[in-house]
């Protein structure tokens, strides 16, 4: 694809309130925007192969603030800030005075003088993770209103309790340059799956992030769960809604084959009961030990119930040609290989591994999209102009 | 202000000794050269602000070392080097070897191969912090002469036991900048003074630092602390010395009313006294881990006779107008904030918020100024060139 | 030295398998390919030195995982990724899903998407490092292979349980430097000597990469060590095999005094005996502290019985007039200052401490043009290009 294919979408769209804006929510952002973090996304890969560099920061930070452990998210928010020149510093609140009760509105404008993008990953406590973002986003837009800060840096949801922007929209363009494009997509079946893993507590805004989004593109998207396991209400309105407005379908079932029958695209993928998190959050508040642990207890019996719910052979037979595109967003408990009991089996996700790891290779272009659009009035410009400057990102012969 | 003003000011001082030197202590510098690293923050930040690239590095590394927990000193030091070019490599002493035993001249030259600048933070033990930094200065000084080290990296004192000389010229250029030019200064009271915090062992560099400092300007410098907080001795005289040549005025009271009477600035800062600092040193040597809790707990029980030296509203009436700039190096102690009593009354901090965060975005300038000034022989000259090559720091359309 | 010195003797060499490649054991290597790695490393310097950015990176990473503390290994691969142009991103194993159980293939791929180089230093257990290294280099060529990775990252091999290149070659460079070419090597001695020192369980990888790589010069090399300290056995089978076919000259003794005899350079080093750390690994594996507690009061038991292998200055006096060049990998354990009796008189140290920081300087360098190689296709092409291109490393006046 040439460059200019993209440019010209680009061209088409509305992205007068992305300049200077942030990303926390996929539905808080217009059909034009979404497309527009694809295109972009797609053009700085474009240019990236041709080995032309895509620098547009001579200098500039982006600080990274993971509240939960992270290899890929940290390398694909290191990936993306170092594709557009800019230096990752990473908070850690460990080291830093933030463990000393700093309020947030004063460490984001002393982090961020010379910062162009803040990444952050909060998704452990419910009601949490987003409000935090959107108060560091406040504090950093009050500070460049102020002149506090010269420049507004972009805050970029590395995850939170109710989304997971960078990763769904890394899927989505997965399943977008496997399918050939959006008008593909019309009336494709997707099965989004709770799936056993012998660990609890895992996030849900994978799933929420998925039936927010995928919901927007004319599909048939099937949410399934065993009973208990429902997702943060809100998230289902989202998903309503936006398959009312593309003509889609959004349904939600407590029948994993259900799920899977016919379907063209499948993501199993183990989460914790929304009021369970929800419960544990107040535990953790209420510092009761005791409580975590009964808690635990209960969530680890209750999954041992549902072993019956892993992505199988038997049941990829049921979808589509039996050949549904499997996601993940990774790491995946593989039955046999990393738990003995878990996700999906080994042989299912040995066949799927390449499309895997390149479904996860389009996180880091998404993340840069994303910081890219909030930091150019004229996306489509700058593109033009760095093909034009022809810098080579590798000088060699 | 265009950069031409800083360029001619720049021309007209004596710089010839602060090419491959070192930053250790305000004091230890000519009037010129304190007023050539205000003058290369300013230009420096001209020009980041018209989006011209301030990098003079292509690669180059800068070492950071700090021996204490930080946040804003640790982004100070990454966005001065990511201004001029340099990637900062952070030595953990935790993970490194230096834990081990290795002699600091070894490890001083090992990790500088290819290091233009050294950040080190060291304030913790009395009579070490700053001896360490100058060991370590003269390794890399030997080093270079010895044909080790191909440049001679420049060592930025990030605040030691004596004096915190980049968190102090950043308040003075503060000041300046909030008074519109030194000579604006004559007569200008200023009020270092001592505030109650419920924590103790808060480090004695920014009041040494400051009367070391700000006695330079022909102000009326009055230190202020309860019986018993006296600082460390030399600094006093260093105050008094540059009092007198400068035609202003340095005494210490113990009053805090007599300091705020009037005051053009104020800045209210709990600090431990440097006596008990010294036997905390001791104590810490002679691992005495009984003796420094009882040391802890007679500096809180002193610290807590003294709740009325903060900051309150009615302070801040008896100073000039009521409207004295209030400075403070953060994070403060914000009664019914941070703490239910501490250095300042919420709603003094609250209005001046914008002021202090302005205050804190000069210290990466600073810290900028002082390694360009060791780099650059000829700094005038530089400044122009990168104004001449106005390269845009956001390559964006 | 002019570059185009270089640049010929580049030219004469078949490099053809270096691109793409990685880099584990120098005896895997071709002379040609050794000797231009040593012609790369002199280039970078000499463009360096003539303050010429040798950056063939606009952007890019460079990934380090250290399983064991480092500080001079961290920083000599964080400035060869620098002078580059590639940014480092540690991958903290603490910090990371791997600690959970992710697959090494994995991993590898996820956080190389933007990965040019990948340095590892493995040398803690017999029989893993060496093959972890190869584990992640095969995933890498697999994921290149597939699509997944627009780029084949490079690994280096930063010490592994068998062979440590990165050091030897920097060790051998500084020979070369100091004897003026490799045509003056032929028929001096090396006495490659274990030493005593108070820790136990110094990893092998130095003796065997010094033996491995020092034979190749038609030099005389003695592996020197007490009875029951003897090294991997296959790495004595490479060193012979090397001597014979360069015409010099390989053995073995249980005699310091021997291997010292008339040498023209001394390493003098301590080592744990190679079925000792053999036994180890298995102990770790099994999880038996109490056996490693055991093992470890044996081997420091071992070790005191040879305090007499010591670089003393009665010793350095049986050397070629005295003055053989001597070595160390740093840091050292000196007698009467960083222990009671270790490897060396504090002495002989010091008189040679600035020729063993200019041995160390060579790291950084080696490490760049190990990535170099990897990367050009035509090494004198870019050298000859980035010195037409001539942009300044600092751009100062």
Redesign the interface.
Known sequence: MELKHYLDRLGALDLSKMYNGDFFLTWEKSDDEIEAVFQVADALRNL??RNI?????????G?SLFRD????T???F??AC??L?L???D?DEG????A????VR??A???S??A?AIGIRDDMYIGKGNSYMHEVADALTE?YQ?????QKPTLVNLQCDIDHPTQCMADMLHILHEFGGAENLRGKKLAMSWAYSPSYGKPLSVPQGVIGLMTRFGMEVVLAHPEGYEVMPETLGVAQKNAQKTGGKFSVTNNMAEAFAGADVVYPKSWAPFAAMEQRTKLYEAGDGDGIKALEKELLGQNAAHKDWSCTEAFMKTTRDGKALYLHC??ADISG??CEAGEVDASVFDRYR?PL??E??FK?YIIAAMIFLA????PA??LK??EA?A???????
């Open positions: 990236r192969e560099s895509t620098k547009i920061f001579k200098s500039g930070l600080v452990n992270s290899t890929r940290r390398f694909s290191t990936s170092n594709l020149g230096c990752v510093q908070l080291k830093s005075q933030i000393h009760g700093e309020t004063e460490t404008n002393m982090i003088f010379m162009d500070g102020s002149g506090v800060l010269e990774l790491p290989v990393s390449t790891y390149k996860a290779s880091p930091k150019c009035k004229n410009g700058t102009a760095l400057r810098r080579n990102r590798a000088f060699v012969e």
